[in-house]
């Protein structure tokens, strides 16, 4: 295998297991909450339907986990103004608050595996990756 095939699964493995932990240590919310909120968050309002579709999962699971974002007041529904039959799905205050506390959640955790695991020098080569992430992650756009 090229090295350089090698360095981006090594990465992609890595960055993953990184993820993963600090949702799982930093996260409150269920996966799919967080991922609904996030998409509302970043994208704005949208219908059940795109929700699934964004996910990846069926329209009946988004349709649950919207109706249980509804109930703790983390969306709310509106009737789309260009299909009066179509609902439209709206992060609110309180749900904007829900996912900031998770994404601090997570950036505490982050912060924390630096400070316990890293020296000076493994500090200053990660203040790096940000940028160089960014770049790889531009290409997509």
Do not use: C, N
């Not at 095939?5 to 993820?19: F, K, M």
């Not at 996260?27 to 991922?35: I, N, R």
């Not at 996912?99 to 400070?115: C, F, N, P």
């Not at 203040?127 to 531009?138: G, K, N, S």
Request: hydrophobic share 40%; proline share 4%; charged share 35%.
């Amino acid at each position: 295998m090229d090295p350089i095939d090698e360095l981006a699964a090594e990465l992609r493995q890595s960055i993953g297991r990184v993820v993963r932990a600090a949702r799982r240590e930093g996260d409150s919310l269920p996966p799919a909450h967080s991922t609904t909120l996030g998409f509302l968050g970043r994208e704005g309002p949208m219908t059940i339907a795109e929700l699934a579709r964004r996910r990846g999962v069926k329209h009946q699971g988004q349709s649950r986990t919207v109706a249980e974002l509804t109930r703790q007041e983390y969306v709310e529904r509106t009737v789309s103004e260009t299909d009066r039959r179509a609902s439209v799905i709206r992060i609110t205050d309180a749900g904007r608050a829900a996912l900031q506390r998770d994404m601090d959640g997570r950036a505490d955790w982050l912060a924390t595996a630096v400070r316990a695991e890293l020296d000076d020098d493994e500090r200053a080569l990660l203040a790096r990756l940000p940028d160089i992430l960014e770049r790889l992650a531009r290409r997509a756009d």
